[in-house]
């Protein structure tokens, strides 16, 4: 039987409070990044109209993580293929496309897949090939791991200079450098058969272990002294408590349902009457925090219910304060008494 002390413990452990806290606190949060994701961004359109591209690019970068936006990401792209890493703008160019897709933004599809298309033609390509497979074996291009699934397959690459290392258990490590000097290329590295590694000297001798001596068996323990009378009642007040979150959570996730609702209309007054997926910078804005309270009211239930649930739990499990008394078999004969 588990005491008071450790369900309280068990109870505080557990995430369903930290997570109604992070609810609470989503929209400022959110709100937050915006601001820094912005910062960074001007920062970057500032970076490229002086042709500081290389600086620009890792403004672009962070303000993309802290608020996705399929603009960031364009922004983004064009930058990478400023600084001649046409792959990696491919690349960004095409999640740009699929992000721009998903939010509707239709104009911002056609600019991301004409520069994609723009570019596929000029890419450097790197086939990596292996002489003999090895359990294990893990290979890495410029310490990023390339998926067996790729092994053998021309996969677009940024031109310059870029290191393979191949690891496997047992096997010395190797490692080559391949240089692709301009668009275009086709480049190919071959990871050769890897060498053993030698064992360690005495590596292989048996070592013979004496028999441990057998010890005689433990005695029987003695049962617990009973719990005491007002151990159930002090679980049941932690499901109480427990069950309390789980309805304040499930009431912030209405009000924050509510303010999702009315700040998306508010942002259709913002967008075109024939098509709401067309809006302008402040029904843009109106609709992220739309979505941000949305995702807070998700959170919100997940956690109300978890809570109220764990309650539950908690009440329905607690222990009778009457404990039985029983005996037990005592070490020697004889019987002891307990609580069971």
């Not at 929209?27 to 109209?49: I, P």
């Not at 364009?74 to 046409?86: I, Q, W």
């Not at 009211?297 to 222990?319: D, E, K, Q, R």
Request: glycine letters at 10%.
């Amino acid at each position: 039987m588990r005491s008071t002390r450790g369900i309280v413990r068990a109870a505080l452990a557990g995430p369903s409070v930290a997570l109604l806290v992070l609810a609470a606190s989503a929209s400022a949060q959110n709100s937050t990044d915006k601001v820094a994701a912005e910062a960074l961004f001007e920062e970057g359109r500032r970076l490229v109209a002086s042709g500081s591209f290389a600086e620009a690019c890792p403004k672009f970068a962070d303000s993309q993580r802290l608020d996705p936006s399929p603009g960031t990401l364009l922004n983004l792209a064009s930058c990478y293929e400023k600084v001649g890493r046409t792959a990696t703008a491919w690349a960004t160019y095409r999640e740009a496309a699929s992000a721009a897709n998903a939010a509707g933004r239709t104009e911002y599809v056609a600019t991301a897949q004409r520069h994609a298309e723009a570019l596929a033609p000029r890419l450097a390509r790197l086939t990596v090939q292996v002489e003999h497979p090895l359990a294990g074996l893990q290979i890495s291009r410029d310490g990023v791991r390339i998926d067996p699934a790729a092994w053998s397959l021309p996969i677009p690459i940024d031109p310059g200079n870029h290191t393979i290392e191949a690891t496997a258990p047992g096997y010395k490590a190797w490692a080559s450098s391949v240089d692709v000097a301009q668009d275009g290329a086709q480049a190919s590295v071959t990871i050769p058969v890897l060498e053993a590694l030698a064992p360690e000297p005495g590596a292989g001798a048996a070592v013979t272990v004496p028999p441990a001596p057998i010890a005689p068996p433990p005695p029987a323990p003695v049962p617990p002294p009973p719990e005491e009378s007002h151990a159930g009642s002090g679980q049941r007040l932690i499901g109480l408590g427990l069950a309390g979150v789980g309805v304040v959570g499930l009431g912030l996730a209405g009000v924050f349902s509510i303010l999702a609702k009315n700040q998306y209309n508010t942002s259709l007054g913002h967008c075109q009457a024939g098509n709401p997926g067309l809006c302008d910078a402040t029904g843009v804005q109106q609709r992220d925090g739309a979505r941000s309270l949305g995702d807070a009211a998700s959170v919100a239930v997940s956690v109300g219910a978890a809570a109220l649930a764990g309650g539950l739990v908690i009440w329905l499990t607690a222990p009778s304060s009457a404990a039985r008394v029983g005996f037990s078999p005592a070490p020697g004969g004889g019987f002891v008494e307990g609580a069971w």
